[in-house]
């Protein structure tokens, strides 16, 4: 049953694009079973605002979340309620866990304020420095760290674990998110090695960065601890990757561990609600993997649960039910899987 853990949209996210109105209308029309509202929480310093943020304030930022619970809320109050969809809505937010302690505490505090139904467990930043919202910051983090791309990677993933531990999310977000904007070098019992276009995303980590890769092992032993899921997030095909995060090789350790996994698009407007799903599907049949987790909601509407939001429940469907579903016919006809 097609499904996705991690949304945004125009109306709250500066960097997205579309109403949430209109992303909405969109995930009606395409036929989702669960599909979660998710936008960024605010951040807490005026440094930390992006470029097409320099005219708003922090308390804009909180005021703008304010805002966001309150429509997202409104809008699953009216889709849940409708027993024609099939579609459930799902509330929550995306944390940033690679600032400093108080914004992971604000998270906290977030999720008992307006009682969120999931958390998606990001790390964007590095000691205030975006990894991912152009390749230029990536560099200037990696200058931060030596220009040592090794470090960079460790630096992450020990930010990684941090925030699992701190937070708990239900959902993990990009997990390999660091390799996005990966330079042309790695390092080699600490000889730079030139490696070319076709390979710089695919540095064994396992080998040449024994330490890094104890700290990934760590992460998914974490998140198998505490019974989170993984997101597939398809968005990484539409930046350029063959394939979802995670990449093949951390996947393949999260598997022999038994980590769960679920479909995640990342959207920021109409256009990429389920998009490249078909192939995230085709990764996720040649790793093997036999079915997906999902969150869901049981006894919306009832006001002794949760005072009316339902309870929160982790499911799963095999993947020959997934293939199956009717959103394929719908939104990828001429796809065979």
Same mark, same amino acid.
């Given at each position: ?17 579309? /109403? ?5 209308? /969109? ?29 708003? $304030?922090? *308390? ?9 619970? $309150? ?12 027993? @024609?969809?099939? @579609? ?23 999720? +008992? ?68 904007? *990966? ?24 080998? +040449? ?25 398809? *968005? *990484?095909?539409?930046?350029?990757? +063959? ?5 093949? &090789? ?20 109409? &256009? ?48 020959? +039910?997934?293939?199956? &579903? ?12």
């Amino acid at each position: 049953m097609p499904h996705s853990h991690h949304s945004h949209s125009g109306s709250y996210c500066r960097h997205a694009h579309d /109403t949430l109105p209109s992303v909405i209308s /969109t995930v009606l029309n395409k036929n989702f079973k669960t599909f979660c509202l998710t936008e960024h929480v605010p951040r807490l310093d005026n440094e930390l605002l992006y470029p097409e943020e320099k005219d708003l $304030t922090i *308390a804009d930022l909180q005021d703008q979340f304010d805002r966001y619970m $309150t429509h997202a809320r409104e809008i699953q109050d009216q889709i849940n309620k409708d027993k @024609t969809n099939r @579609t459930k809505i799902l509330v929550g937010f995306e944390s940033e866990g690679g600032i400093d302690e108080k914004h992971l505490k604000m998270c906290l505090e977030l999720r +008992d304020k307006h009682m969120a139904d999931v958390i998606v467990g990001s790390v964007h930043h590095l000691n205030g420095t975006d990894l991912d919202f152009d390749r230029s910051l990536w560099l200037k983090a990696l200058k931060e760290n030596d220009n040592n791309v090794r470090k960079l990677y460790l630096e992450y993933f020990q930010t990684k674990e941090k925030m699992i531990e701190y937070l708990k999310p239900e959902i993990v977000a990009h997990f390999d998110l660091i390799r996005l904007y *990966a330079v042309d070098e790695i390092e080699r019992d600490n000889i730079k090695i030139k490696i070319t276009e076709e390979d710089k995303l695919n540095v064994e980590i396992e080998k +040449d960065w024994p330490d890094v890769w104890t700290v990934i092992e760590r992460c998914i032993d974490k998140i198998v601890e505490f019974g989170l899921v993984v997101e597939l997030n398809s *968005a *990484a095909i539409r930046k350029g990757w +063959d394939g979802p995060y995670p990449k093949e &090789d951390i996947m393949q350790l999260m598997i022999s561990k038994g980590v769960k996994f679920g479909l995640s698009d990342d959207s920021h407007g109409d &256009d990429q609600v389920g998009l490249n799903y078909h192939k995230v599907i085709k990764y996720i049949k040649k790793l093997g993997i036999k079915e997906l987790h999902y969150y869901d909601l049981e006894n919306y509407g009832d006001a002794n649960v949760r005072v009316g939001k339902g309870s929160v429940v982790l499911k799963s469907s095999s993947m020959e +039910d997934i293939i199956t &579903d009717e959103f394929w016919r719908i939104n990828y006809p001429n796809e065979i899987f």
